[in-house]
């Protein structure tokens, strides 16, 4: 499974803009890139996903690079409620035949008051 | 909609016991898959069901096993209990059709402490 590379941590002052990177050299054609966070004692949660054009919904905006080898995970105006650890992921491939995860280290944002 | 409802969410059991985990998943889903979070290893995959077959399966031992019924419900099986099994047991349900942009939604997830 093609790999992502996340800074561990990062900090951000609230109402101000996020910019989460994730590296994926090695992404297939066919690899969607998946953002999902994690807020304390809960399960992930799904924030956006895309193949090649950039994503807005209601949580966030995805761009993409034009080479697909990179991404960033935008939170246009951060709130306490946005720390949490963010997972950028890859899914797809010929091997993955069904709804399968690999999730990484994910990166820990701080977010100040 | 109901979300991944999840049971039991908390539980304790003694090495060498046997646990059963239960997840139902959003109504119309057909994919479950079930996750292991532990702070040494992450989240890692464990397997995924689609209409009561395993589709996918993670590197685990067969200690750990899974089902899925007929309503798409799915519990998952823990045997001989060892202290590392102690974990976070999360479920996620999807539409699970055969492509890689379907939205997989996590229930809240079932800690298990083994003592």
């Known amino acids: 499974d093609a790999k992502t590379t996340q800074p561990n941590s990062m900090e951000s002052n609230e109402e101000e803009p996020v910019h989460l990177p994730c590296n994926h050299s090695t992404i297939s054609g066919t690899d969607y890139i998946h953002w999902y966070r994690q807020l304390p004692s809960q399960g992930p949660e799904y924030v956006i996903h895309g193949l090649t054009s950039n994503v807005n919904n209601r949580m966030a905006s995805l761009a993409i690079a034009e080479d697909r080898k990179s991404s960033t995970l935008i939170l246009h105006r951060a709130t306490l409620r946005d720390a949490a650890v963010y997972y950028c992921?890859?899914?797809?491939?010929?091997?993955?035949?069904?709804?399968?995860?690999?999730f990484g280290g994910g990166t820990r944002l701080m977010v100040k008051p | 909609k109901a979300g991944v409802t999840q049971t039991p969410r908390y539980l304790i059991k003694t090495r060498g016991q046997q646990v059963t985990l239960s997840c139902s998943p959003i109504?119309?889903?057909?994919?479950v898959s079930w996750y292991q979070q532990t702070p040494g290893q992450g989240l890692q995959f464990l397997f995924e069901y689609f209409s009561e077959t395993q589709r996918n399966k993670g590197n685990f031992p067969g200690r750990f096993s899974g089902r899925q019924f007929s309503n798409s419900r799915s519990e998952m099986n823990v045997s001989t209990l060892e202290l590392g099994d102690s974990a976070l047991y999360l479920c996620?349900?999807?539409?699970?059709?055969?492509?890689?942009?379907?939205?997989?939604?996590f229930g809240e997830g079932s800690w298990l402490t083994v003592v």
């Open positions: 992921i890859l899914s797809g491939g010929p091997n993955n035949a069904g709804n399968m995860l690999t």
């Open positions: 109504s119309g889903h057909r994919s």
């Open positions: 996620a349900s999807s539409s699970g059709q055969r492509h890689s942009g379907n939205t997989i939604y």
